[in-house]
């Protein structure tokens, strides 16, 4: 019989002596214990108790704490996980529904701009010369997705599927993470509340879907799951662009080529089909191009604290969809953001030219390291920007690998700030108060210690000498 690992010790070569054979001298007994020792008056001491197992340092260390232990809970942490994400989901669509925190109006993206755009692609075009029109093609497919649900509201569709696109992503986290009480799947279902409501009310939910999914299929082992994740990547590239930075991670060799090949097959296919059904596809580069410093970038930060003391005369208007600021100097943030947004992508070429060890969680940590290095260069580091980073933090946790734990913990307090500074203090940051100046400050500078700390955590776990 199996006790906690060990097996019960074979009978002993004396054992067919008879029942009342003595052992040989010097021989111990039958469990191979030493004898106790004799006591003064020639009597044998009573026998000690077995020794208690050591302690470790942690019951993660322990022989017989393995992933097995886990398994005895059964299938509480998932219920727990179900409750809370109906719980957390609900309160978000009760404060969509009032929307009235803060500056307001945050669904009117939803209801009035989406909507907008839907009715261009109803009259098979792209919109055309709309400044806030500066996604790449693959966007209209989100923003049509409401017609699949025709008895509900425009608006209502578009939230049941963003409600929808947050359960798959829950549910594979959930799945991927089924033998470590799915520690991944708390960070995105406890964290994505942090932002409020703001989740329900743009498509970034759906973006965040195809690159987790993607992910979690370059984890897996066959071909035919990596092709599978280059085609997600490739449909999230032609959506939003950077969940094209999922397969910067992928190891040397066939994981690569597959999954690159098959993004790269994808969005061809899908940039073609798009552009044959609808006209004015690539309208959105002109907008793009012309996009300035927004007041929640990380230059748009030093543009406010250098406003808020008097240094910098500049003021705050309102273009390409976005608050950005206008006056001396803007431009030249404006270039320095793209000049570090260049570097940035170089150091990631250096670092996979340079990386000699792969674990299972090396896709993961680069792609989370390079989505952080690309948002604290943007221009624009809108709220809803958090959503893409914490589901890519907690596709992270759901390996044992990730050196990305510490910046994970990072991206939870930076989303509470992001909710404070969009919508409640919004109003204080557009007058350059100090309460929403200080805190979109504290919001940046929480992001860049977590963008250079991946960054220092991927190189030194990948390139650099262990010793």
């Given at each position: 019989?199996?006790?906690?690992?060990?097996?019960?010790?074979?009978?002993?070569?004396?054992?067919?002596?008879?029942?009342?054979?003595?052992?040989?001298?010097?021989?111990?007994?039958?469990?191979?214990t030493?004898?106790?020792?004799?006591?003064?008056?020639?009597?044998?001491?009573?026998?000690?108790?077995?020794?208690?197992?050591?302690?470790?340092?942690?019951?993660?260390?322990?022989?017989?704490?393995?992933?097995?232990?886990?398994?005895?809970?059964?299938?509480?942490?998932?219920?727990?996980?179900?409750?809370?994400?109906l719980?957390t989901?609900?309160?978000?669509?009760?404060?969509?529904?009032?929307?009235?925190?803060?500056?307001?109006?945050?669904?009117?993206?939803?209801?009035?701009?989406?909507?907008?755009?839907?009715?261009?692609?109803?009259?098979?075009?792209?919109?055309?010369?709309?400044?806030?029109?500066?996604?790449?093609?693959?966007?209209?497919?989100?923003?049509?997705?409401?017609?699949?649900?025709?008895?509900?509201?425009?608006?209502?569709?578009?939230?049941?599927?963003?409600?929808?696109?947050?359960?798959?992503?829950?549910?594979?986290?959930?799945?991927?993470?089924?033998?470590?009480?799915?520690?991944?799947?708390?960070?995105?279902?406890?964290?994505?509340?942090?932002?409020?409501?703001?989740?329900?009310?743009?498509?970034d939910?759906?973006?965040?879907?195809?690159?987790?999914?993607?992910?979690?299929?370059?984890?897996?082992?066959?071909?035919?799951?990596?092709?599978?994740?280059?085609?997600?990547?490739?449909?999230?590239?032609?959506?939003?662009?950077?969940?094209?930075?999922?397969?910067?991670g992928?190891?040397?060799?066939?994981?690569?080529?597959?999954?690159?090949?098959?993004?790269?097959?994808?969005?061809?296919?899908?940039?073609?089909?798009?552009?044959?059904?609808?006209?004015?596809?690539?309208?959105?580069?002109?907008?793009?191009?012309?996009?300035?410093?927004?007041?929640?970038?990380?230059?748009?930060?030093?543009?406010?604290?250098?406003?808020?003391?008097?240094?910098?005369?500049?003021?705050?208007?309102?273009?390409?969809?976005?608050?950005?600021?206008?006056?001396?100097?803007v431009?030249?943030?404006?270039?320095?953001?793209?000049?570090?947004t260049?570097?940035?992508?170089?150091?990631?070429?250096?670092?996979?030219?340079?990386?000699?060890?792969?674990?299972?969680?090396?896709?993961?940590?680069?792609?989370?390291?390079?989505?952080?290095?690309?948002?604290?260069?943007?221009?624009?580091?809108?709220?809803?920007?958090?959503?893409?980073l914490?589901?890519?933090?907690?596709?992270?946790?759901?390996?044992?690998?990730?050196?990305?734990?510490p910046?994970?913990?990072?991206?939870?307090?930076?989303?509470?700030?992001?909710?404070?500074?969009?919508?409640?203090?919004?109003?204080?940051?557009?007058?350059?108060?100090?309460?929403?100046?200080?805190?979109?400050?504290?919001?940046?500078?929480?992001?860049?210690?977590?963008?250079?700390?991946?960054?220092?955590?991927?190189?030194?776990?990948?390139?650099?000498?262990?010793?």
């Amino acid at each position: 019989m199996t006790t906690h690992g060990h097996r019960t010790p074979p009978p002993s070569p004396d054992a067919g002596q008879g029942h009342g054979a003595a052992p040989e001298p010097g021989a111990g007994p039958a469990d191979g214990t030493a004898p106790p020792p004799p006591s003064a008056g020639g009597t044998p001491s009573p026998a000690r108790p077995p020794a208690a197992p050591a302690l470790t340092a942690s019951p993660f260390e322990s022989d017989t704490f393995t992933s097995a232990t886990f398994v005895t809970v059964g299938h509480g942490p998932l219920l727990a996980l179900g409750a809370v994400w109906l719980l957390t989901r609900a309160g978000m669509l009760l404060l969509l529904l009032r929307d009235s925190l803060g500056i307001g109006g945050v669904g009117r993206e939803v209801s009035v701009l989406y909507q907008y755009w839907y009715g261009q692609f109803a009259h098979g075009t792209f919109p055309v010369n709309d400044v806030t029109w500066q996604y790449p093609p693959g966007a209209g497919l989100v923003i049509v997705s409401p017609a699949v649900l025709p008895w509900l509201s425009y608006f209502q569709a578009f939230v049941a599927l963003t409600l929808l696109a947050d359960a798959v992503v829950t549910a594979a986290l959930a799945r991927a993470d089924r033998r470590r009480v799915t520690h991944g799947a708390w960070i995105w279902v406890c964290g994505l509340p942090l932002l409020l409501h703001l989740p329900l009310a743009r498509y970034d939910v759906q973006v965040t879907a195809l690159a987790v999914l993607a992910l979690l299929a370059l984890t897996a082992r066959s071909a035919t799951a990596h092709r599978f994740g280059g085609v997600m990547a490739g449909i999230g590239a032609l959506v939003k662009v950077w969940p094209a930075l999922a397969l910067i991670g992928t190891p040397r060799g066939r994981t690569t080529r597959d999954a690159w090949v098959a993004a790269g097959v994808t969005a061809a296919t899908l940039l073609a089909t798009l552009a044959l059904c609808f006209s004015n596809s690539f309208d959105f580069l002109r907008q793009q191009g012309s996009r300035g410093v927004q007041i929640e970038s990380l230059g748009g930060t030093a543009l406010a604290l250098s406003q808020a003391t008097g240094l910098w005369p500049g003021q705050v208007q309102y273009r390409y969809g976005a608050f950005e600021y206008v006056g001396p100097y803007v431009s030249s943030v404006g270039r320095i953001a793209l000049l570090l947004t260049v570097l940035a992508f170089g150091w990631l070429l250096i670092w996979r030219l340079r990386a000699v060890r792969w674990t299972a969680a090396t896709p993961l940590d680069a792609a989370l390291a390079a989505v952080l290095l690309f948002t604290v260069t943007s221009r624009v580091i809108s709220p809803q920007y958090m959503i893409w980073l914490l589901g890519l933090a907690a596709v992270c946790l759901t390996s044992r690998a990730t050196v990305m734990r510490p910046v994970a913990l990072l991206l939870l307090p930076a989303a509470a700030l992001s909710s404070l500074a969009y919508p409640i203090l919004y109003q204080d940051l557009l007058t350059g108060s100090w309460p929403g100046v200080a805190v979109v400050a504290v919001r940046n500078a929480t992001l860049l210690a977590a963008a250079l700390l991946a960054a220092r955590r991927l190189w030194t776990s990948t390139v650099a000498d262990p010793s």
